[in-house]
């Protein structure tokens, strides 16, 4: 798919979902945010994110059925990797600061049959102690499997994650530790090692996690302490992953995850 046809996305979409009963789809991910990777070719090149929103757990079959075709359609049309999420309701009204929630676009959802986006929007609670622990997930999640995949690309991503931390205005009370800024440093220098790169991101993260004073969410806990331990790294990301999946989707990752890829 071109850069140029992403104007069409949502039409696409519309269309593939407009059968769609006992679940509501929305785009969420770099397509949503804007920040998706464009080839010199003027091809885009980042996955397309689906967050499914399902009323509960006992609809997860028939969402999955819906959703496989549509994704093979999509990935043989746009000619990119096509995932899905599925989210159960409860996760996605109660956890507006996740991730996913947050790369979402202002309408995100190209069926609603749950009608999602006529309900009234919950007034997130912003204090630090709610809103930190959801930043920090993403920093951990994407250290974690870049252990195991994707190495480069997904150190990337945690180490944008850590700065979007580090600049958060929940922190502009805290004054960085100079061993902090030096870590952040480090991860700014062109052609810094991947070895190099893992290291400061885990560096610095400790020490904000330190500054931040606030309990993480499970799945943050358990990479920091597995990683503390030097446990093997195949078996510490399968288990972020699945607490990272409880945690945002409310579902584990076998019942919540799809792909599709262009054939």
Known sequence: MKATDLGLLRSWLERE?????GMSVAVSGSMARGDYRVAA????????D??????RAADVDLARAQLAPGLANLANRLEVACTAAITLMANYRQAPHAGYVTSMAQQPFV???L?????PVPMPDTSPGRVLPWLVQPITYYLAKSGV???GQNLTKASLALRRLADDPLLASHALPEALSRELEVLQRPGISLNAQRSACVSALTMLVELCA?????????FLKRDAAAEPRDSTFLAVRNLTFLENQGLPFEQSAM???PS
């Open 111 to 113: 069926c609603d049959p």
């Open 115 to 119: 009608g999602l986006q006529q309900l």
């Open 41 to 48: 070719t003027g091809v885009v090149t980042s996955d397309l």
């Open 50 to 55: 689906l967050i499914p929103v399902i009323a």
């Open 17 to 21: 979902f407009a059968d769609a009963v």
């Open 149 to 151: 995949s994707g190495h």
């Open 214 to 222: 606030t309990e993480l969410l499970p799945s943050s806990s358990e």
């Open 259 to 261: 792909r599709a890829l």
